[in-house]
């Protein structure tokens, strides 16, 4: 009876949490409209190891596709949020990152940080903490499998020498 009780109170607060997550009003961090395209400069910290690069986002049939490039121009790996199902499906990984686990976990990271956007403040959601910093970057935190991810805009104006 106590168990049950538990599980009942969790799945409301996980619901609440959620429904909270998608009511509250969000900034458009991630291109939303048909041909629009940013890109950011992306920090991925895997434990030990990072994962620094450019990542290209456009939006392009209703989808968000995009790109994720290290220092080199090598692609790490390619993504497609689809706004109407909440998935993203990811191709091209690199071997290093073509693993079922990393896989899956970075298909539902992607999938929140474009499913709720840059709201000020920090909130925790579905176990990760996400938060818009004073720099104008998102970043979200898996505290679970103590990973991290930033993105700072890039400056659309820079000069390329």
Known sequence: MWT????????????LAVGSAAASPREDF???????????????GFGEARLSGVCVV?????AVVGSLLNEFGIRAFDFRYDPKRGRVRLSNLTAFLDRWYIRRTLRRDLALLLQCGAVSGERVVCG???????????????????LSYRFTPLDPNRDER
């Open 4 to 15: 049950s009780t538990k599980s009942i109170l969790l799945s409301i607060s996980l619901l």
């Open 30 to 44: 991630f291109p939303d409209g048909e041909g629009e395209r940013r890109e950011y400069a992306v920090a991925l």
């Open 58 to 62: 456009k939006c392009m049939e209703g």
């Open 128 to 146: 990760c903490s996400i938060r818009l910093c004073e720099d104008g970057s998102l970043e979200l935190n898996h505290m679970r499998r103590a």
